[in-house]
């Protein structure tokens, strides 16, 4: 096919010899099957920012870390360059994500290169070497329901213990190989330490699971794998070989608004009594 302008400098450097065709065109990016020497691989290529319709949202990209204390400046300020800088921030975000992943044992594409916007990364194959299909577009017995589903929340639990949620998991973004699910589509990965939104989004992250799995293996809905991997990663308590059971018992109570309003006035008393005490030592 012909080559895609965004892919012409990867041809011209060599990374990639052939563009083959095209695989999919999503919300945020068009995946190609390219030839690398002898291996097929993909070229992930992100569209524009204003041609996308998945929106850098707040709620994802609190809690990202930047390095760079210049970049962060400019970003906050929202000039032109700040948001140049916060649209390369964002892309490289699941180029980020996917290296600390593979690290830490998830199943996801191996990335081999970010270039210009273009993610080349491995083609996750099935077993004739051709496109793995997604999660949705295959059909399950209950046994391999339950088996992918265990293999899910296994790679959800690496994931959390290496300081990630991917915030948009869903069977949309699960590729299937013939040893299983591979997790794709991480740009919007989520810092679980230091985004108010985690829990939320891995909640969501998990019940998605559980709804889809739960189609072939009904006996999966009556699970809480969310509940209780969170509850051990509040605690601390999380490890990647963590053994779970799926039964969390929530903690159903009433906030008792009275007591909590009782802090918050000694917690004002205090302070107001703090300051008196700075006022009368900077007058003496």
Avoid at 84 to 104: F, G, I, M, P
Avoid at 145 to 152: F, T
Avoid at 166 to 174: A, I, R
Avoid at 215 to 237: C, K, M, V
Wanted: glycine content about 6%; charged content about 30%.
């Amino acid at each position: 096919m012909k080559v895609p302008k965004r892919l012409q400098p990867l041809v011209d450097d060599g990374l990639v010899d052939e563009v083959l065709y095209q695989l999919m065109s999503g919300k945020e990016a068009q995946v190609y099957v390219v030839r690398c020497a002898n291996q097929l691989r993909c070229a992930k290529v992100f569209k524009e920012a204003q041609k996308r319709s998945f929106k850098q949202a707040v709620e994802y990209q609190e809690g990202r870390k930047v390095r760079n204390s210049r970049r962060a400046r400019a970003m906050s300020r929202k000039t032109k360059y700040g948001q140049k800088e916060q649209e390369d921030a964002w892309l490289n975000a699941e180029v980020d994500a996917l290296y600390r992943l593979a690290a830490a044992g998830v199943r996801v594409p191996e990335p081999f290169g970010f270039v210009d916007g273009v993610l080349l990364m491995e083609l996750v194959a099935d077993s004739n070497g051709e496109a793995a299909p997604r999660l949705d577009d295959v059909t399950l017995t209950p046994e391999q329901a339950r088996d992918y589903h265990g293999k899910v929340i296994a790679d959800v639990v690496r994931m959390l213990c290496a300081g990630l949620v991917h915030g948009d998991l869903s069977e949309f973004n699960v590729l299937v190989d013939p040893e299983g699910p591979v997790i794709i589509d991480l740009p919007q990965a989520v810092n679980a330490a230091g985004n108010n939104n985690a829990e939320r989004m891995f909640q969501r992250d998990v019940d998605n699971m559980r709804r889809y799995f739960g189609r072939f293996a009904p006996d999966l809905l009556e699970t809480d794998y969310a509940g209780e991997i969170w509850a051990l990663y509040e605690s601390g308590r999380l490890h990647p070989d963590s053994k779970l059971t799926g039964h969390f018992v929530r903690d159903e109570g009433i906030a008792d608004v009275n007591e909590v309003m009782e802090v918050i006035a000694a917690a004002t008393e205090e302070e107001r009594e703090r300051l008196e005490r700075q006022q009368d030592a900077e007058e003496d």
